[in-house]
């Protein structure tokens, strides 16, 4: 078990005095059997005129805040302190059936996990990539097709941050051969649907210790969970070949990447008045 803490920080910034429209946030981790929170503290300037929390369809925690007045500037400043426990074992166990691909999902498993098995772009470019991890024989076992793919995209692709909204299409990260994290999360999604397993993408930070080589720190990180019966969602982070939640800090999980961004709003005036934002992300260890 360690402890870490992630400072999320947030600034937008305008030429000119500006309304601010409702803002909605997913900056608290989500609390399971193998991550605790200790603290949280969520500061906004200019203070808002009112805060309330939700939880949406995923069961992700939002806040959502409006304000009253003009303001030139507008900043948000998460602090979190939890206690991370690493699950990445060995061997997962998964039910016999589905030790081995292709296996069926159970009848009362599927009403659950369809959406995980929908493929949100066509074309046959990512199902035909995706094919290069299986065996030429007529089973390969399951988590060595993940893994495979989770070493491959590291192997296959180049990492790089890209400051733009949104993300390239599966197809793009494939042309090109790189991408950010939340790119080659889309493509192992993509792929790992187009093979009959559920996938589902996930939002959150990563604890990069120093000299361990991972990509993603400094911003939000991203990665995938696939369904496997047995074992449940497993993390795989194709951006740094991580199987299980080692140095991976879940926020916020769901069928799409645009279902689940960290912070999003709007503001009223020109569209001229926005000078950019600044986004600063640091996690790191509390010494025992």
């Given at each position: 078990m360690s402890v870490l803490t992630v400072h999320h920080s947030t600034v937008y910034r305008y030429s000119e005095p500006v309304g601010l429209g409702i803002h909605r946030m997913m900056f608290r981790p989500r609390?399971?059997?193998?991550?605790?929170?200790?603290?949280?503290?969520?500061?906004?300037?200019?203070?808002?005129?009112?805060?309330?929390?939700?939880?949406?369809?995923?069961?992700?925690?939002?806040?959502?805040?409006?304000?009253?007045?003009?303001?030139?500037?507008?900043?948000?400043?998460?602090?979190?302190?939890?206690?991370?426990?690493?699950?990445?074992v060995p061997e997962y166990p998964l039910e016999e059936y589905a030790r081995s691909y292709p296996f069926r999902y159970a009848d009362e498993d599927y009403p659950n996990i369809a959406s995980g098995l929908e493929r949100r772009y066509a074309g046959e470019s990512v199902p035909q990539w995706a094919l290069q991890f299986l065996d030429p024989a007529e089973k390969t076992p399951t988590m060595k097709v993940l893994g495979a793919m989770t070493q491959g995209i590291r192997d296959q692709f180049k990492y790089n941050v890209r400051v733009e909204k949104g993300v390239q299409t599966p197809?793009?990260?494939?042309?090109?051969?790189?991408?950010?994290?939340?790119?080659?999360?889309?493509?192992?999604m993509e792929a790992v649907r187009s093979l009959g397993i559920?996938?589902?993408?996930?939002?959150?930070?990563?604890?990069?210790?120093?000299?361990?080589?991972?990509?993603?720190?400094?911003?939000?990180?991203?990665?995938?969970?696939?369904?496997?019966?047995?074992?449940?969602?497993?993390?795989?982070?194709?951006?740094?070949?991580?199987?299980?939640?080692r140095n991976l800090i879940r926020v916020a999980?769901?069928?799409?990447?645009?279902?689940?961004?960290?912070?999003?709003?709007?503001?009223?005036?020109?569209?001229?008045?926005?000078?950019g934002m600044d986004v600063t992300v640091n996690v790191t260890e509390v010494a025992g």
């Open positions: 609390e399971s059997y193998d991550l605790r929170l200790i603290e949280t503290k969520l500061e906004i300037t200019p203070p808002p005129a009112q805060v309330r929390w939700l939880h949406d369809p995923f069961d992700n925690s939002v806040a959502v805040v409006s304000f009253e007045g003009t303001t030139s500037s507008l900043s948000f400043d998460s602090t979190v302190t939890l206690e991370h426990v690493e699950t990445s197809e793009d990260t494939l042309k090109s051969k790189k991408g950010s994290c939340r790119d080659f999360a889309v493509l192992m559920a996938a589902r993408f996930v939002s959150g930070y990563i604890f990069v210790p120093d000299s361990s080589g991972l990509a993603g720190g400094g911003a939000t990180h991203a990665w995938i969970q696939a369904y496997l019966p047995g074992a449940g969602w497993i993390d795989f982070c194709p951006t740094n070949s991580i199987i299980g939640n999980v769901a069928w799409t990447h645009d279902q689940v961004l960290p912070l999003w709003g709007t503001y009223s005036g020109s569209a001229e008045a926005f000078q």
